[in-house]
């Protein structure tokens, strides 16, 4: 391991810190390369940030198998290994390789009305939602070629079980570990009460169709990327053969005690 990417969010990680940690790695013999990284084969990339940081630079990187530290100097850190005073510790660790690895499943999503069909990846969910439109949209939802569901509602996500906890968890969806893979469908403010969150194994393929609705539609990969949807465009989503690799901290229930104050 010898070539290091560093990524900060610089509203939220003062300049002195990252002059320190890039200090301290280069005084180790680390080479060391800021975001956007010049150098595609680091051996390690450590983000200074939160959630939303490490999914930003997880597409950015993505499909390389390059593991992430994320040092947590945002809000909720879910995602993150360790907070920000654990840093020097965390890094001593991983350098003297006792870590573990941990695949998360990712989706590919591709859009109909797009002429390039380059999918687009999301780590947390791909949600197709009504944006400005000030009333409620309808979805079809297929599986496999079935048809699933006809829905009425703000919108609808379909996330990985790393997204369980994540939006998809605020509409009411399942909280799923994290080593599995599934995809989970849950809508959001349906306007009938019955519609529920449907976890589905990964080889199925999960297409939406807008059928009605105006400007203002959308899909989003993972609250960050968006494009506009119009009536009869659909959004295949799947999952992806290429994961991300998060460097974690094993310790998935107290996380979920801590942060997401489940079981208190």
């Not at 400005?132 to 496999?144: A, E, H, N």
Request: aromatic share 10%; hydrophobic share 40%.
């Amino acid at each position: 391991m010898k070539r290091i990417g560093v990524y900060c969010r610089k509203d939220v990680c003062p300049e002195r810190a990252v002059k320190e940690l890039i200090e301290w790695l280069e005084k180790r013999g680390y080479e060391v390369f800021i975001f956007p990284f010049s150098e595609e084969n680091l051996d390690l990339v450590i983000v200074l940030g939160g959630d939303g940081s490490l999914l930003h630079v997880a597409r950015a990187i993505w499909p390389k198998k390059i593991p992430i530290l994320g040092i947590n100097w945002g809000n909720l850190g879910f995602l993150t290994a360790v907070n920000k005073n654990e840093t020097y510790p965390m890094l001593e660790r991983v350098f003297k390789k006792e870590f573990e690895i941990r695949k998360r499943m990712t989706l590919e999503a591709t859009i109909s009305s797009k002429q390039d069909k380059e999918p687009f990846m999301a780590l947390n969910e791909v949600v197709i939602e009504r944006g400005g439109y000030t009333r409620l949209i309808t979805l079809s939802v297929d599986t496999q070629g079935q048809p699933l569901i006809t829905l009425r509602a703000d919108g609808l996500i379909v996330a990985t079980p790393t997204g369980s906890t994540a939006y998809s968890l605020s509409t009411g969806g399942p909280i799923v570990f994290p080593s599995l893979d599934a995809l989970i469908i849950s809508s959001i403010c349906p306007f009938y009460l019955a519609h529920r969150s449907l976890v589905l194994p990964p080889d199925h393929v999960v297409g939406v169709r807008v059928e009605k609705g105006g400007d203002g539609v959308r899909v989003v990969f993972d609250g960050q990327l968006s494009f506009p949807l119009q009536v009869g465009d659909r959004v295949e989503i799947k999952k992806s053969l290429n994961p991300i690799y998060l460097i974690e901290n094993e310790k998935f229930f107290e996380t979920l005690n801590q942060k997401l104050c489940w079981g208190c």
